[in-house]
């Protein structure tokens, strides 16, 4: 089988970290390819260090490696000293593991987890010798498909990606492969009416997109039997699914460089600017004993030393506290080393308490970060973030008085209905965090990290109107002035102007394909990176279309509107997506339906799966605010008790 590797060796002294580029890692697989096998490219769209330790793109790795009908190798993006060499060369796109030519393949799969590297898709699509647009390819090129979070607004990339892959990936790898197989030397146009007919299968060419006086009006079928609303698919049970089993190990350093373990996914707690919590319902969690078999079978394998429990709210897992036990006090743990050191990447304030810090503290502190989102319990309530300040003090207390120095916390700005008053509550929070910590440790300190809220598909706040760059910048002013003097809490934030072509893209309609091809043609790549990101090229690729920054970003949605993505579901009633963003603008919160009965958001009943939890037991830790009780909400009760896993 050809390789490049021949051509690609005497350029790797020319390139920035040659070990992006070598493959060998512990943890691949030789892959070989036969005819009659699918041809997996699984390529995410950045560079090695972030793209390699992604779960999803390693999950569907191993899974299709197992399949005795597919193989697949991985792909990340060129950094641009190499991409420079390549074009130069003539040579194109590969794969890391053997160094084969993305011709030889089947299939080039994207995981979508930013709307900013949406550039590097077309850019490695092109390197891949397929035309960039998908109307274009002909017989015999390869099918470019997408998944991930970005997929539930497919539009803006609609005329690049031949086909997308909605939700969970787990099982429509496997229905997809079986369709491409069985339609392999087929017209390239039957295959993907085929593929159509997969569940959560959306093939952007078969839909027809109308537009009203500039507004758009609908995205309809253009051929019968296909679904006028493409489903997510949704994986019931991860019990099922304990992958990875071999984690890849890189060459060189990564970010995230340590063992994950998925513990759970989905989340109910309700945050209404958070996309991931709102389209990965309902909540699946993995039996205790498997992530036990996970954490010491992948430190066996690795040799990591470190392992993070990764979910959206690990603290809410049942039973963490004790997990944690098992894990840092093996006394002789499968790594070798003499203490396993846990990370808990995304920590709920009012889940933290004394005993997740004293568990997490035996091993090497790795830090903490707290996300409170706002400054206020009033604009909490607006978020449905229902922490108050006193659950927010107690678990910074918790965590410095148990020796950590360090505490992290993450806000968001641009919120709806938010006030100055709001923004200067960062900074009170920050300092009496601050505070809290002085009382126990030596040289304390609080780093305030800001993001600007862009507004995401799939979420109660989809209607929102993102603020201007001068106001997020006016607001970023302001939060500097009230923590001014006080040097041990530190402000960084997210540069305004990415956030706000990130929310261009979020929620953009098939007519940026254009503008994103513009950008591209420019030279526009690696715009998720500040030292590639230049906020004119979208400018004036927005200008050359004629397309208006402001009515994509800054107006707010009316109820009666078609939004780019409503032909496709996340699960979520759009009736309850409504409700919940009339409650945000009354400040009404909504406890999280895990723990009493739901809303008939749709995630659960829709998919005839309810929520999934290790046992059937309250989470552990603090107050989970004094939001609205069921009745004051006006919504329909639907009682799903939890059931064993």
Request: proline letters at 6%; charged letters at 25%.
């Amino acid at each position: 089988m050809e390789t490049v590797w021949p051509r690609l060796e005497p350029l790797l002294p020319e390139v920035q970290r040659p070990a992006r580029y070598i493959g060998g890692e512990d943890g691949s697989r030789p892959a070989r390819l036969t005819p009659e096998k699918v041809a997996w490219l699984l390529c995410y769209p950045d560079s090695y260090e972030i793209g390699l330790p992604n779960q999803g793109l390693q999950i569907l790795f191993e899974i299709l490696n197992e399949r005795p009908d597919a193989v697949a190798e991985r792909a990340y993006a060129p950094w641009v000293d190499l991409e420079a060499l390549m074009r130069r060369d003539g040579m194109g796109l590969f794969s890391v593991d053997n160094h084969r030519p993305a011709s030889a393949f089947d299939i080039l799969g994207f995981n979508l987890a930013s709307e900013l590297v949406y550039t590097n898709v077309l850019n490695i699509i092109d390197l891949a010798g397929a035309p960039v647009r998908s109307a274009q390819r002909k017989d015999g090129d390869l099918f470019v498909c997408a998944g991930g979070h970005c997929a539930f607004n497919p539009e803006p990339l609609a005329d690049f990606v031949d086909f997308f892959a909605l939700g969970d990936g787990e099982e429509v790898v496997g229905e997809i492969t079986e369709v491409v197989a069985e339609h392999k030397g087929a017209p390239r146009q039957e295959t993907l009416q085929a593929l159509a007919g997969v569940a959560g299968v959306y093939v952007p060419s078969l839909y027809e997109v109308f537009y009203e006086g500039g507004a758009l009006a609908a995205v309809r079928p253009r051929f019968g039997g296909l679904p006028e609303v493409v489903e997510k698919r949704t994986v019931a049970s991860l019990a099922d699914w304990p992958y990875p089993r071999r984690q890849i190990v890189p060459l060189t350093e990564v970010v995230h460089d340590r063992l994950n373990v998925e513990v759970f996914r989905g989340c109910t707690r309700g945050c209404r600017f958070c996309q991931a919590g709102m389209i990965t319902r309902p909540v699946r969690e993995r039996p205790a004993e498997q992530v036990r078999t996970m954490i010491s079978d992948g430190l066996r394998q690795t040799g990591y030393d470190e392992v993070a429990l990764t979910s959206l709210s690990t603290a809410d897992y049942s039973g963490i506290e004790a997990l944690l036990a098992d894990v840092v006090e093996a006394p002789d743990n499968p790594s070798g080393c003499p203490a396993v050191s846990v990370s808990l990447p995304s920590l709920r304030v009012d889940a933290f308490t004394v005993g997740l810090a004293d568990q997490i503290k035996q091993a090497r502190r790795t830090g903490l970060t707290f996300a409170p989102e706002a400054g206020t319990w009033r604009l909490r309530q607006v978020i449905n973030k229902l922490i108050t300040e006193q659950d927010l003090y107690s678990a910074v207390e918790s965590a410095y008085s148990q020796g950590w120095r360090r505490v992290k916390l993450y806000f968001l700005i641009g919120l709806p209905t938010e006030t100055d008053e709001d923004v200067l509550g960062i900074a009170e929070l920050a300092r009496n965090c601050l505070a809290v910590g002085e009382r126990h440790v030596r040289g304390a300190e609080v780093t305030v990290s800001v993001g600007g809220c862009v507004p995401k598909p799939q979420t109660p706040f989809q209607w929102f109107g993102q603020d201007t760059v001068a106001e997020l910048e006016r607001k970023v002013g302001l939060l500097r002035g009230g923590l001014r003097g006080h040097r041990r809490v530190k402000l960084k934030w997210h540069d305004p102007r990415a956030s706000l072509i990130e929310g261009l893209l979020s929620r953009g309609d098939r007519r940026l394909s254009s503008v994103i091809e513009d950008v591209w043609r420019a030279g526009g790549t690696f715009q998720e990176w500040s030292e590639h990101f230049d906020e004119s090229l979208w400018q004036k690729a927005m200008a050359r279309q004629g397309l208006s920054m402001d009515w994509y970003v800054h107006r707010h949605r009316t109820r009666d509107e078609t939004l780019p993505w409503a032909h496709i579901s996340a699960g979520l009633h759009e009736d309850f997506l409504w409700a919940d963003w009339e409650d945000a603008l009354a400040a009404s919160g909504l406890e999280d339906c895990r723990w009493i009965p739901c809303y008939d958001c749709g995630a659960c009943t829709g998919y005839g799966i309810e929520h999934i939890v290790a046992s059937n037991v309250a989470p552990a830790g603090g107050s989970q605010g004094t939001g609205q009780d069921l009745e004051a909400t006006g919504r329909s009760p639907v009682l799903l008790l939890p059931r064993p896993a």
